[in-house]
Nanobody, 123 residues
Framework: VQLQASGGGFVQAGGSLRLSCAAS????????AGWFRQAPGKERKFVAAINYNGASAYYADSVKGRFTISRSNTKNAVYLQMNSLNSEDTAVYYCAARQASNYIPGITDFSSWGQGTLVTVSS
C-alpha cells in the first residue's frame, strides 16, 4: 500500500490542524495504522495508532488529550486531528500501516510509510 500524508502547514501556538493519510494501491482495511513524527535533529517517535476497525486508539503521553486519530475505511484513509498545538509539536509527521490488524503499544513493525508532511507551530 502507498500512503500519502497531507494537511501540514504553519500554525500559531494554540491552533489546530488536521492531517490526512490517503492510501492507494492496496486497501488499509484490516490493517492497523499510525502516525509518527520527527522533529529537527531528533529521532522519529510514535504519536498515535489505531486498530483496523477504529475501536481502539493509542497515544503518546505528549499528545494525549490534544490529538485524536481516526480512520475511514470507506475512504481508505487515516486522520490525525491536532488541537492545542505548541512549539514542541513542530515536526515532520508520517503516517504508517502495519500488516497486522491491531496495534500493540511498543510495537514498531510498521511496513508501509508515507512521505511525511511538515507541521510548524509558531510560539
Amino acid at each position: 500500500v502507498q500512503l500519502q500524508a497531507s494537511g501540514g502547514g504553519f500554525v500559531q501556538a494554540g491552533g489546530s490542524l488536521r492531517l490526512s493519510c490517503a492510501a492507494s494501491g492496496r486497501t488499509l482495511i484490516g490493517r492497523a495504522a499510525g502516525w509518527f513524527r520527527q522533529a529537527p535533529g531528533k529521532e522519529r517517535k510514535f504519536v498515535a495508532a489505531i486498530n483496523y476497525n477504529g475501536a481502539s486508539a493509542y497515544y503518546a503521553d505528549s499528545v494525549k488529550g490534544r490529538f485524536t486519530i481516526s480512520r475511514s475505511n470507506t475512504k481508505n484513509a487515516v486522520y490525525l486531528q491536532m488541537n492545542s498545538l505548541n512549539s514542541e509539536d513542530t515536526a515532520v509527521y508520517y503516517c504508517a500501516a502495519r500488516q497486522a490488524s491491531n496495534y500493540i503499544p511498543g510495537i514498531t513493525d510498521f511496513s508501509s510509510w508515507g512521505q511525511g508532511t511538515l507541521v510548524t507551530v509558531s510560539s
